[in-house]
């Protein structure tokens, strides 16, 4: 008995919730056609007036963050290119050691790659290089061609 009932009220309560879904999806509707063009317009004005201001602000921290977490992972894997010395900070980049040639890449929104590389600050696994040794390592089934021409 207990069993057909809860069966009985489920389907009950499914029922209920779909014909409520529907109304509720026509009042927003209904409501949303009589009052399209205040609703619009005030969109459009929120859009307007917030969009550069939140795009302008997310830029600058980002670039600030960046700079923050590169200055550190270079605090803690050095300031120079592992493999031919570079020094100029513009060049370096973070390199996975053992990335199998999968370009782990460091332009990643969330910082991924340079937050990890602070946590474990681990120089078995990270290394600073520069663009041109990196992009040589890449394409170079791993091994810069400074180390593999010899
Ligand atoms: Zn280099
Ligand atoms: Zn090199």
Known sequence: MLVINMAWTKE????HYLENKEKLRQQGKEYYSKNKERIDARNKK?????????????KIYAVQKRKELQ?????IYGHMC?????????FLTLD????????ERTE???????KKAIREADKTKYQILCYNCNC????NKGICPHKSSH
Do not use: D, K
């Open 12 to 15: 009950y309560g499914r029922q």
């Open 46 to 58: 929120y859009y307007a007036s917030h969009r550069n201001e939140c795009c302008e602000r997310g």
């Open 71 to 75: 200055n550190e992972v270079f605090r």
């Open 82 to 90: 592992a493999c031919c010395g570079e020094s100029n900070q513009i």
């Open 96 to 103: 996975h050691i053992n990335g199998n040639g999968t370009r």
């Open 108 to 114: 990643s929104p969330g910082f991924g790659m340079l």
């Open 136 to 139: 040589g390592r890449w394409r």
